[in-house]
């Protein structure tokens, strides 16, 4: 075997090795990006379900719409000295969570499909209830990017809702009406 052979081998050996290498690492920089999204995933939905979060988010979509609709209660939600006192605290606390979850969504840490799949409704929910404050605060302190990642993950949720029911590539169990039907029934007769 000429020298040019064992060249040649040795270079396409090398080639090989290299491009092996190159597999190996890109494998482990995808194991790597699910580890993160774990972590991730984890301590969103620890913060979702801690007691004074959940208390937040109560506040944000039940108390706040009706205390919107008070003149004065409306301006002390959106007073610039309060900085979010008091009951008024929830919006940042919830509106804060929510920019850092849309964060890790568009920077691809969390999987924008997995995000809506497990928390369009609750994004939903608490955008729809801030979106006023939201839109009063960008104009009235002149920032016009005020919780954007909140309102980008806000419009995925949107997305994925509108187009997720009923799936048809989706097997479902049959849903049991029988307490709605006998709910039902007893409204009916009250």
């Known amino acids: ?18 491009a092996a290498s190159a597999l190996a690492a890109l494998m ?9 999204q774990i972590v991730a995933l984890t301590e969103c939905r620890e913060t979702l ?3 004074e ?15 919107l609709a008070d003149p004065q209660e409306r301006m002390r939600a959106v007073a610039p000295q309060s900085a979010f006192e008091g009951d008024y605290k929830a919006i940042d606390t919830v509106a804060n969570f929510f ?5 890790f969504v568009k920077a691809g840490i969390i999987d924008e499909h997995l995000s809506a799949e497990l928390w369009s409704i609750v994004v939903l929910r608490n955008w729809n ?13 002149g920032e016009p990017s005020l919780w954007e990642n909140f309102r980008y993950l806000a419009w995925l949720s949107e997305r994925h809702l509108a187009n997720s029911h009923h799936s048809a590539h ?21």
């Open 49 to 51: 379900e801690s007691p």
């Open 99 to 103: 920019e850092s979850m849309g964060s």
């Open 28 to 36: 482990q920089l995808r194991h790597m990006r699910s580890s993160n």
């Open 170 to 190: 989706v097997a479902r169990m049959p849903e049991d009406r029988s307490l709605l039907d006998s709910m039902k029934g007893a409204r009916d007769v009250g």
């Open 1 to 18: 075997m000429s020298a040019e052979w064992v060249t040649a081998i040795a270079t396409a050996g090398t080639f090989l090795v290299i």
């Open 129 to 141: 209830a801030l979106a006023p404050v939201v839109t009063y605060l960008r104009e009235d302190l």
């Open 53 to 67: 979060f959940r208390e937040a988010q109560r506040f944000v979509s039940y108390d706040l719409p009706k205390r």
